[in-house]
Every structure is written in C-alpha cells, then in structure tokens.
C-alpha cells in the first residue's frame, strides 16, 4: 500500500454494500435500456467525427477529401468505428468552413465530387461503416441562391424564406436609413445579430455569422425544400443526419429584447438569456416529421442533434419524452464538457452520468468529450502532468459508460490542441475578431497525425491548411501502432473489449459507491449477460479499492481482470483488495 493512498471503502460495512450492490441494486425503471435490437444499431455502436478538411488529403492540395476519408476507411474499421459524421462537406464560400452551405445537394469541388460521395458510400459500407451527415438547417450562406433571391427584392418568391425586418427608428452610427435593429440581440459569433440590406431597406436575422443568415422555418415552403435535400442523401444511402445548431430553429415571433445577464462573453458583447432565440417549442414538431420522415427508409435511419442545454433534464423533449419520436440520440455535453469549471471530478462525472439515465425516458444517452468546436479534452481535463493518462482515462469512461459514444478523430491518439500564437495565422473568422480573449477554433482542427514523417502523412502538399501539430513526430498512427503502450494501442482495446463484452452495450449501469470522491465505480450488467465492473482512480494519487469478503477467490462474485492499465493488476483474479495507481482504470468481469 502506498504512503498517501485514500482507502474507498475498508470496512466490512462498506464491502457488504458493495457486495450488495453488485448482486440485486435495485435500479429504477427508467435506468433499464430500452431492449436492443438490429433496427436500434446506434445503441451498440461507436461513432466517429471527421473534420473532412483536416483528417485525410488525396489531391496534396493541403485541404483533406473524401478520397482522402476513403483510404483510411481501412483504419476506421480496424478501430472498430460503426459510423462516421463526416461534418459538412456540401458547397461552401467557406467562411464557417463548411457550416455556411450554398447547395445542400452537391460536394464542395475542394471535397471532390458527387461521384466520389457514392463511391465513399460504397466503400464504407464494404468496411461495415455507416455514413452520417452534417445537415445544417438553421441558417444557409449568404450566397445560396436562396438567399440571393431573397435578398435581392421584396416581391422575390424567396424573400420570406428568411428572418426580416424593417427595424425601428433610431440614428447613430449603427442606424440605417434612420432605422436600427429591431432588438437587442447578439450573433454568438459576435456583434448584432441583425444585418442591414439596402436593397431591400430590412435588417436579416443571424445567429451565426453575418454570411449565415437564419432560415424562417415558421414558412412551411423552407421545411419542405429542407426535407428534399435530406431525401436526396437518403436515397444514396447515407445513414442518417446530425443535425446542425438544432435548438435555435425558432425565433420568438415578437423579436422581444432579450434579458441581460450581467457582464460579457468572449466576443465582448453582453450576456444574454437565450429562451427567445433558442429551444422554441415549434422545433419539436419539425423533429418529429423528420423523425417520420426518416422512419419511411429501410435499415433505420438516426437522428443525432447538436444539442448545447443547460440541463440533463432539457435533453429528454429532444428524444420525444416518454414518445420517443424525435432524435434517437441528442449530444449529451454535460458530462464532457463542464464549461469553465472542466476538472476532473468523479462526483461530477458521477452525477451527470446518473441523470442521462434517469431523467431520458430511458432513451439512449450520447456522450461526446471532444468535438470541432472546443478546446480538446486532454488539454481541458489534463493536468499537465499525467495527461496522456488522463486521456484514456477520459476514453475508459467514454468507451464502457451505457451511452453511446462518440470519437472525434485524433482523441484516440492522444492529439493536442495547437492554440495560434499570433492572430495573423488564425484561420476561423472568431478568432481573428475574438482576438486575444477568443482565439478561434484552429487549434483542435489540426490535421490528423497519421506518420511521422512529412506533414503527418495527411498530405503529400507542402503545406497543410493548419500546421500540423509539432508532437506529430511521436504521436501519430504508424508509431502508436508500433507501440504497445500507446494511447492508440489502449482505445483500440476498449473499443475491441467493448465490441466483445456484451454488457457494455447492452447492460444497465449502477454506480457503486457513490459517495467517494476520488473513484468512480460502476457495474454494467444484465439478464443472461455477465456483468462487468469498471473503476476509474480520477485522482493523481493511488487509491485503494477493497474487495468485499465474499467477493474474493474461486466462485461466484470474485473480479478477474478484463483489461487495465495498472501493471500490477492485469492477468490477475483480485482477492480483497486492489490499489489502483494515479488515472488508472480496471474493469473486471464479475465471475
Ligand atoms: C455548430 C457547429 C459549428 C458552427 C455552428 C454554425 O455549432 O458545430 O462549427 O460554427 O454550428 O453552423
């Protein structure tokens, strides 16, 4: 036992409970999985996120394809990735580098083509990998024809496709024509969220950038439009949609102020309260028609959505409550993401995890840690010691929680953020105006480190559109391969551990001790499948994690080691007691 170890749970109190835990906890109805069959494959399977720009380049014009996607499609199913979401890669000016989209039913010719689409399609359904798209339904570009139109006359049939109007008598510099904003709202990009068109003498209403103006979806033309290109995706076959900035669909039809908080956000502009422009009722009878739409394919076609909210609880009328009839999986940011206050912190990770169980109607959770808009997790989480250990930490409970889990390309290398040093080499448009309080989201859009050699193997440019990290020399695919103990090598045997260990899909969660601070013990376990326990040492200090009397030796009760991280414990059937060193993870079947 090490000097400074913390003892879980030492008395033969403690470990009567634990062992009563793990025989008959009593878990509430709504912590049951719903029953997983062929039709539900998203509940079984891990998803992966590609940033098409960054993860593979076939062309060497330093901007990744879908060639590029296809050759390492290989390498995806070699993982053991189900489905990929391939964020947007439709036409684009490219100012939100994809997410402003002037053609939902084409490829960017910087992607490819549509042929080489099909052909990505087909081929990944060879690798038994699904294909998910980005569809972004809030707001188009500017330079859509749409919008063009609409933009051009009154009397255009398009006009009403969009959020307008005339504004309200004012002067001053933001005033035009006499006329200023019709409300107090800010872009979440920054500055006013109105702009001004004099050919049409109205304000436009956007979110986003100026060059994303927001659809009006309140005009049943713009659904139906909608509805056909995703038709369009659908009859080539692709898999399903994650839907795009999903909750700020509506608008408050009144355009009121909007609440001040008190002070301000990165962009310098104050903070508002988001009820009138954000999770507006009328989005959940979109869903579900979408969600009918999708059901009229074959071989069940997902919903996932971009589901920012502020409470577990909020997540449910995204699933259909008790209904089920909007998305099958709504990005649960809760448990990954814990806004300024990102620590480690199992009571944290414990409680959030308990509330995708309890408060979802039993829907199936999605738990997504790292994403193309925020600072990646090792670097959030990681304590600038043990990061590399943090990290597949993170990746334990990601890959053996009961959600879903979703990938975001690189996490499984242990990739970093590269952050811009100066603002002249910052490429996404809120880091040059957020400058220095925002500074953009380049640094976890770095290319895919795939070799060590010349830029990382993503491509045969001499440039790549992002420099590519520096640490690219050691971590990197072909090295991490090589190497036992690499990150690469420890999610390639939870993904494959959790492939083959029926309980990780398909068992229900119970947390074991859960008042302690420091570990985070769980069993997944069902009826005719044999329980696992998995425990996660949040701290950088060993802890010690005993083993009840009855749990220990031959029979039924005593742990034998499925997979860890700790030398000491592997091959191992534990008797009573277990240290688990700083980060580690054990996960044990239940004999
Ligand atoms: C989503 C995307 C983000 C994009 C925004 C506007 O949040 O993830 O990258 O900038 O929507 O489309």
Redesign the pocket.
């Known amino acids: 036992m090490q000097k400074n170890a913390k003892k879980l749970s030492d008395t033969a109190a403690a470990g009567a409970m634990w062992l009563a835990m793990l025989c008959c906890a009593a878990v509430p109805a709504t912590a049951e999985p719903a029953p997983d069959t062929d039709g539900e494959w998203w509940k079984s399977a891990v998803l992966y996120e590609i940033y098409p720009r960054s993860f593979q380049d076939s062309d060497g014009d330093g901007v990744g394809d879908l060639n590029g996607i296809n050759a390492r499609l290989g390498y995806l199913e070699d993982l053991g990735i189900d489905a990929i979401w391939i964020?947007?890669m439709f036409p684009s000016p490219g100012v939100?580098?994809g997410?402003?989209i002037s053609d939902y039913v084409g490829v960017d010719p910087r992607y490819g083509t549509l042929a080489d689409m099909d052909r990505l399609i087909g081929a990944a359904r060879q690798h038994h990998i699904r294909i998910l798209l980005?569809m972004?339904l809030?707001?188009t570009s500017d330079q859509h024809p749409w919008f063009t139109a609409a933009a051009a006359a009154r009397d255009s049939e398009k006009h009403d496709w969009y959020v307008w109007n005339d504004g309200i008598p004012g002067g001053g510099p933001q005033a035009h024509e006499g006329r200023l904003p019709p409300n107090n709202w800010v872009s979440?990009?920054g500055g006013s969220a109105w702009e001004w068109v004099p050919a049409v003498h109205q304000y436009y209403y956007h979110?986003?950038?100026r060059q994303?103006p927001d659809l009006n979806w309140r005009n049943p033309a713009v659904e139906k439009a909608m509805f056909a290109s995703m038709r369009f995706w659908l009859d080539r076959g692709i898999a399903g949609f994650r839907l795009?900035?999903i909750p700020n669909l509506f608008e408050d039809p009144k355009l009121r102020n909007a609440r001040e908080l008190g002070g301000v956000n990165a962009q310098g502009d104050p903070n508002l309260d988001g009820s009138l422009t954000s999770n507006l009722p009328e989005v959940h009878g979109v869903i579900r028609r979408l969600r009918r739409m999708l059901g009229s394919y074959p071989d069940s076609r997902l919903l996932i959505g971009?589901t920012?909210l502020p409470r577990t609880r909020d997540l449910d009328a995204w699933y259909g409550g008790a209904r089920h009839d909007e998305l099958q999986l709504a990005m649960d940011m809760l448990v990954g993401f814990h806004g300024d206050r990102d620590r480690l912190d199992a009571a944290s990770f414990r409680q959030h995890i308990e509330e995708a169980q309890s408060q979802l109607h039993g829907s199936q959770p999605l738990f997504v840690f790292d994403?193309?808009?925020n600072v990646r997790a090792i670097d959030r989480y990681g304590d600038g010691v043990h990061d590399a250990q943090i990290n597949r930490l993170l990746g334990s409970l990601l890959l053996t929680s009961r959600a879903t889990p979703l990938l975001y390309y690189g996490e499984e290398l242990g990739m970093r953020t590269i952050t811009p040093v100066r603002r002249e080499d910052v490429k996404d448009p809120?880091g040059i105006t957020g400058w220095p309080r925002q500074k953009g989201?380049d640094g976890e859009r770095t290319p895919m480190q795939w070799s060590p050699g010349a830029q990382a193997g993503f491509s045969t440019g001499s440039a790549a559109w992002l420099p590519v990290a520096q640490n690219h020399v050691t971590v990197n695919v072909a090295t991490e391969l090589e190497d036992p103990q690499s990150t690469l090598q420890w999610y390639r045997q939870l993904l494959r551990l959790r492939r083959d260990t029926p309980a990780l899909t398909q068992g229900r969660m119970t947390m074991l001790n859960r008042d302690n601070p420091h570990v985070l013990t769980y069993v997944r376990s069902g009826t005719r499948v044999q329980a696992v326990m998995v425990a996660l040492n949040f701290t950088a200090e060993p802890q010690i994690l005993s083993i009840a009397r009855g749990a220990a030796g031959p029979g039924r009760g005593s742990l034998r080691t499925l997979l860890t991280d700790a030398p000491a414990l592997r091959g191992s059937r534990i008797a009573h007691s277990v240290t688990l060193p700083p980060f580690a993870t054990w996960i044990a079947a239940i004999d």
Do not use: C, G, S, T
Request: net charge negative.
């Open positions: 964020a947007p939100d580098f997410y402003d980005d972004v809030n707001h979440l990009f979110m986003f950038y994303q795009d900035a971009e920012y994403n193309h808009d809120i989201r």
